[in-house]
Nanobody, 118 residues
């Protein structure tokens, strides 16, 4: 099982990025998938989660700016990030897991760096 996160980079405040989480060895549509991020000196936090039936939840600071979606044909989950802010700078990780009230991660991918800087 492998989850590969990609799409990170350097962007100016107000800019956009789309992260991708591509899976191999696992069929993502049967799982909830979440994006987490970890900034230097801070704990890893859950940013967004999409359930197997397409329901979504977001951390308050990204509501209205980030959108999580899935493409089952491509076995990929995306995180569209708009109006990026300096505080969005972090390493972003995707995970597959179970969402029954609280999201429980089962598999983790390697992270992708997002840097928001002017």
């Amino acid at each position: 099982v492998q989850l590969q996160a990609s799409g990170g980079g350097l962007v100016q405040p107000g800019g956009s990025l789309r992260l991708s989480c591509a899976a191999s060895g696992i069929t993502l549509r049967y799982y909830a998938v979440a994006w987490f991020r970890q900034a230097p000196g801070k704990e890893r936090e859950q940013v967004a989660v999409i359930s197997s039936n397409g329901g979504t939840k977001y951390e308050d600071s990204v509501k209205g700016r980030f959108t999580i979606s899935r493409d089952n044909a491509r076995n990929t989950v995306y995180l569209q990030m708009n109006n990026l802010k300096l505080e969005d700078t972090a390493v972003y990780y995707c995970s597959s897991g179970i969402a029954t009230g609280t999201y429980v991660p089962l598999q983790w991918g390697l992270g992708t760096q997002v840097t928001v800087s002017s």
